[in-house]
């Protein structure tokens, strides 16, 4: 087994982040990272008070995502909203980047946006969520260097609710671009331990999923056979097979989607399986 | 591992009783039996190999009938309800285990017996009444002869109506093949004619009541585990959501979209109304009500209503057999043949598959009967024929093996050591054609549901049309399902459940330490057990075969251009089982198990 158990818990953001969230899955989250001893909760900042109570005086951090899911909101929007969230008990934030403004090549603006939430995280942790799915390669280095001249502690790769969740690829190019030191969260589609550990692999020093239990409690059988890590076909894990016309501006989709024709693996992509 | 009586089931004790000579004694479990083979399936296995040899046919007085439970059987343990029925089937002639839910396993630890050995033939019809320790032998006289319903009704108007019978229908007392012992008049143990031994010892039900308490080694510990493996229950999606909302049915759509759902006796991986039988139409048309075996959080059981009729299923392999089998998308009709077949105590799958192979002979023309894939009329009739032994329906009752062979068409039955495949077609699925191929007990799913990892992705997807690796995964899933259905616990908490979750309730429960590593090897040394039964019986490697349909590329659908690679996986298979090339069992390995 390539790490422990325990040690893959340790790297996980246990994710709550839909809208319908009752208190009590709220409860049976913070339990679950109690028990696990996950690294975090991950949840929105209007459950931040109720977690941070539950989990005082534990290992566990309380993560609150900020202009989440689109980060369509203003830099003083995001900032208010982080420095509210720290002050009722969040020790990360995890802030969606500015997608329009960086694909408009405004780095300016990409830039000050999270400088604004750094600043008003006060030390503490913050990430910022690129949003793969909506870019092309070019413009995730683009979005990493940035975030690291801004100050932020890590990159991450999707919020979840966009056109793509994390791939190995897409981690290993920020893992590139931000170098060792810099984080880097995988978040996004990540349901089993296979995908965790191709996401370790890849470079990922954190995970955002909301099958934490799953993967730590499937782990578990790891230990019984190698065969549950024998390869995969390599279209199940690349970005290509994700892209969506419906949910991806036109010419990123096509970006992905021309990247099939010069592939390598080109010859066991025939049928959808 | 040593046992002691302090180890708690290992001082329960064995009920033999013998129907010739209608007399019953008690015998201890050996505390080495119990830490070698546990209970349930496991120990049945050890009985029956230690006393049925060769010689003895499945069908003689001298063949024997084991009910077992296990040691946490009427536990707080979630699915700890269910009972293991082990004989030498007279379908196969293997080894054979069946399983059944319900809530007749409770009562029989509740009365203080780890298991029932029956022996022997009685002159006359009869019933076994097991009162706690008070064992009667009461003649079966107004009952033999009648439905299931009806038989269980007026076994427990005679005896107690708190008591819980495991009865045959017409099928099991007419020694059909196909005949299965029923529970709660719609929980089958329906595979392998395990009905059929039971008729022809006359014996036309078991009913038992007990009122011990059951205890448990350590209350606390076992709490802890439970709360855990309680939460595993309701994380998992497919214990929480697909299981109670749809029940087994559920797989109809997912099956069909992969390519899986046998379709006209195998020849299609895909039928086109598939729709029609899925899960989600159940619900939607004939649904009454959820049904929970003893002890279970998942409730993945269906009371359905058809043409008026309230009744138990149909689970997912029943809805294949009578339906996408043979070309079959009535829904309705299907549920109302399902009932017919509780109540006559038929297997679904065995009869469902031996149609759809007798429909298949008819299409090639090599039989000449009313019968056609998609038509259903005189279908209902004939299912009765099957149960009563009449004209074709007796040729259809032998199963599909001795059918297709009657009519020089062996290719055209899919079964595997005599036993009918169930719903899953194997060329779509590496690992599960290698579980069929290597099943001691013929063409089952359970034995290593390699459906999980291969379709569900539980508890993690690999990719289906790998050979490599998947020798060790079956290895695995088998030896853990023999250790399950000895515990006795239900297969779907193995979407949830990690193997030291196993070995966490029984050490709780019993007080044997153990472990996920030892658990496993007891699975080992039954499924080993099971193999030198099969060997001794005359069975071989040739028989860890696929039938030759599934070497032709399916023609269209999600598993489309596929076949079975069973050769690129067969000999992993049993190098990993420390067997020789001919899967002889080796001694060294033969002493490693304490089976040498």
């Known amino acids: 087994m390539p790490v422990t158990v325990e040690a893959l818990a340790k790297l996980i953001d246990h994710t709550r982040l839909k809208p319908e969230t009752k208190r009590a899955k709220i409860q049976e989250l913070c339990e679950e990272a109690l028990a696990y001893e996950f690294a975090s909760v991950c949840i929105n900042p209007v459950h931040v008070e109720y977690a941070a109570e539950l989990l005082k005086g534990s290992s566990v951090d309380v993560c609150c995502v900020v202009g989440f899911p689109l980060g369509a909101t203003m830099s003083e929007v995001k900032a208010f909203e982080t420095k509210e969230s720290i002050r009722k008990g969040a020790t990360e934030v995890d802030m969606v980047i500015n997608v329009g403004a960086l694909r408009d090549e405004n780095y300016d603006l990409v830039r000050s946006d999270i400088e604004a939430v750094v600043e008003a995280a006060d030390g503490k942790i913050v990430k910022v969520i690129l949003e793969t799915g909506l870019l092309i390669d070019d413009q995730k280095r683009k979005g990493c260097i940035l975030s690291k001249e801004a100050g932020a502690h890590f990159v991450k790769t999707s919020t979840g609710f966009g056109p793509m969740g994390a791939t190995p690829d897409d981690v290993r190019l920020m893992r590139k671009t931000v170098g060792s030191k810099m984080g880097v969260k995988a978040a996004g589609g990540i349901r089993s331990f296979k995908d965790a550990l191709r996401l370790i692999d890849a470079g990922a020093t954190r995970l955002g999923t909301s099958s934490g239990v799953a993967i730590v409690e499937g782990y578990r059988w790891a230990g019984y056979s190698d065969a549950w890590l024998e390869p995969d076909k390599p279209c199940w894990t690349c970005p290509s097979r994700q892209a969506s016309l419906g949910k991806q501006p036109k010419e990123v989709y096509l970006w992905y989607k021309e990247r099939c024709v010069t592939c390598p693996h080109r010859e066991q992509n025939i049928f959808n399986d | ?596």
């Open chain 2, 1 to 596: 591992m040593t046992a002691t009586n302090q180890h708690l089931f290992a001082d329960t004790k064995l009920l033999k009783v013998s129907l010739t000579s209608q007399t019953s004694k008690e015998l201890p479990l050996s505390s080495t039996d119990f830490t070698h083979f546990l209970g349930g399936r496991g120990l049945g296995v050890k009985l029956v190999y230690d006393a049925v040899t060769p010689e003895i046919a499945p069908l003689s007085s001298d063949n024997l009938l084991v009910f077992a439970i296990g040691p946490l059987t009427a536990t707080i343990a979630p699915t700890a309800g269910r009972t293991a029925i082990i004989t030498k089937s007279p379908l196969t002639g293997t080894i054979f285990d069946s399983n059944v839910g319900g809530y007749f396993g409770p009562q029989l630890r509740r009365a203080g017996y780890a298991a029932l050995i029956i022996e022997g033939r009685a002159s006359s019809p009869v019933y076994l009444w097991i009162n706690d320790g008070k064992i009667e032998f009461r003649s079966a006289k107004g009952i033999w002869g009648k439905e299931v319903s009806p038989s269980t009704d007026l076994i427990l108007e005679k005896t107690d109506s708190k008591a819980q019978v495991a009865c045959i229908g017409p099928a099991g007392e007419n020694q059909v093949k196909l005949a299965a012992i029923m529970t709660d008049k719609h929980r089958a143990a329906g595979r392998g004619g395990v009905g059929a031994v039971m008729g022809s010892k006359n014996l036309k039900g078991v009913v038992v009541k007990g009122t011990q308490k059951v205890a448990v080694a350590n209350t606390e510990q076992l709490d802890k585990v439970i709360t855990r493996v309680r939460r595993l229950i309701k994380k998992d999606s497919i214990t929480n959501k697909s299981l109670p909302v749809y029940g087994t049915p559920v797989l109809v759509n997912l099956a069909n979209e992969y390519g899986l759902l046998p379709t006209h006796n195998f020849q299609e991986g895909t039928f086109n109304d598939a729709e029609g039988v899925s899960g989600e139409k159940l619900l939607e048309r004939l649904f009454v009500k959820r049904y929970h075996c003893f002890g279970c959080p998942i409730g993945c059981g269906r009371i359905s209503r058809a043409y008026d009729e309230e009744g138990g299923g149909p689970e997912y392999e029943t809805l294949w057999a009578l339906g996408p089998q043979c070309g079959i998308n009535d829904l309705e009709w299907i549920a109302a043949a399902n009932f017919r077949c509780n109540e006559l105590g038929l297997d679904t799958i065995s009869l469902g598959s031996t149609l759809g192979c007798a429909m298949e002979l008819v299409q090639k023309g090599k039989l000449k009967a009313p019968l056609k894939f998609g038509e259903t009329e005189g279908l209902m009739e004939l299912i009765d024929d099957v149960a009563l032994s009449h004209g074709l329906g007796a040729e259809l009752g032998e199963g599909s093996k001795a059918f297709s062979t009657r009519y020089n068409a062996p290719e055209l039955s899919m079964n595997v050591k005599g036993l009918e495949l169930p719903a899953y077609d194997p060329r779509g699925v590496q690992g599960h054609a290698l579980s069929y191929a290597t099943s001691n007990r013929g063409g089952c799913h359970l034995r290593a549901y390699l459906i999980g990892p291969e379709i569900l992705g539980s508890p993690v997807l690999v990719d289906r049309d790998r050979t490599e690796g998947k020798a060790g995964l079956v290895v695995l899933f088998q030896n853990l399902s023999a250790a399950m259905d000895s515990l006795v616990l239900c297969r779907f908490t193995t979407f949830a459940f990690t193997v030291e979750d196993y070995a966490d309730l029984l050490a709780a429960a019993t007080g044997l330490p153990i472990g996920g590593q030892e658990l496993l090897r007891i699975g080992e040394r039954i499924w080993n057990l099971e193999r030198l039964f099969n060997l001794r019986e005359g069975f071989s490697s040739k028989d860890d075969s696929l039938p030759p349909r599934f070497s032709t590329p399916l023609p269209e659908g999600g598993s489309r251009n596929r076949i079975a690679h069973l050769d690129e996986m067969l000999p992993e298979y049993y190098q990993l089982r420390g067997w020789d090339k001919k899967g002889q069992p080796t001694q060294t390995r033969l002493k490693k198990l304490n089976l040498a």
